[in-house]
């Protein structure tokens, strides 16, 4: 068991060697499947809001996501609450996440009230109040947002506005999402390195960096990043492998040639 931790660790610091010299694989890219995913999404959203209403078309912006979006910020913005907003569109992110993986007690409660099924009596704002009642938001803000997309039939869209409201939040500060999976556990050392490094080739000022371990990948790192859905990182669309299974597998095939270029980048520090 001592020989294979070792074992493990040498081929860590090797790919860690390699990934920070530069000298690395071209990236996995996943370009087709997201256009698959964005085609479905845009699909849901139009049906969500085919009633697109004229002040929305003047404004001239790319769709109904981006005008209440935009709202959203600007509110948050004017009364100094934009970080108990945030907060709160990620317990709105939960809340959906939790009713579509079927985790809360008594789901199809939450969906009929979602869906406007739960009584006949309930007037959209009704229920916007409801369940911003069951969120329990920390700011002012955005239960009044509740009211106002339930004033103009858009709360059935609330789920994708905020998911809306994550992916710009991401863009605007420039951060990026990456997931390091590696077959032992990282020193911070190590960590610190990789953010460093995606930096440099992603251009990001920060990097949000998840990490968790893999024994199957028998040795080195394998990298995630760019995904579809940033604030859950779901739907990476670019990876790098630097894993020991990966390395064995394509020397199989190049007759050794990629464990020695591995070697020579550790060994010359290039």
């Not at 694989?25 to 995913?37: K, L």
């Amino acid at each position: 068991m001592a020989r294979r931790s070792t074992g493990t660790a040498i081929v860590l610091g090797l790919g860690l060697g390699l990934f920070l010299s530069g000298r690395a694989p071209e990236p996995t890219s996943f370009v087709g499947a997201a256009a698959a995913v964005s085609g479905g999404r845009h699909t849901q959203m139009r049906a969500l809001t085919r009633k697109v209403e004229d002040t929305e078309q003047v404004k001239g912006l790319d769709s109904p996501l981006q005008v209440y979006m935009l709202a959203l910020v600007d509110a948050a913005a004017k009364k100094g609450e934009s970080v108990p907003v945030t907060k709160d569109i990620m317990k709105v992110r939960k809340f959906y996440e939790m009713i579509l993986d079927d985790k809360l007690e008594g789901t199809q409660k939450y969906l009929d009230l979602i869906n406007g099924q739960a009584s006949v009596d309930m007037t959209d704002v009704d229920r916007a109040a409801e369940i911003s009642k069951m969120m329990g938001m920390e700011s002012t803000v955005l239960p009044g947002f509740f009211r106002f997309l339930a004033k103009k039939r858009r709360f059935n869209g609330l789920s994708m506005i905020a998911n809306y409201y994550m992916e710009e939040l991401y863009k605007a500060q420039n951060i990026v999402p990456a997931r390091v999976i590696s077959a032992q556990i990282l020193t911070d050392e190590q960590r610190e390195s990789i953010k460093t490094k995606l930096k440099k080739i992603t251009g990001a000022d920060d990097i949000k960096l998840v990490s968790s371990v893999n024994a199957d990948l028998l040795g080195g790192f394998k990298i995630e990043y760019n995904f579809l859905d940033a604030d859950n990182m779901r739907g990476p669309q670019e990876a790098l492998d630097y894993s020991l299974k990966t390395v064995l597998q394509k020397a199989a095939v190049g007759q050794g040639v990629l464990l020695d270029e591995l070697q020579d980048a550790v060994d010359t520090g290039r």
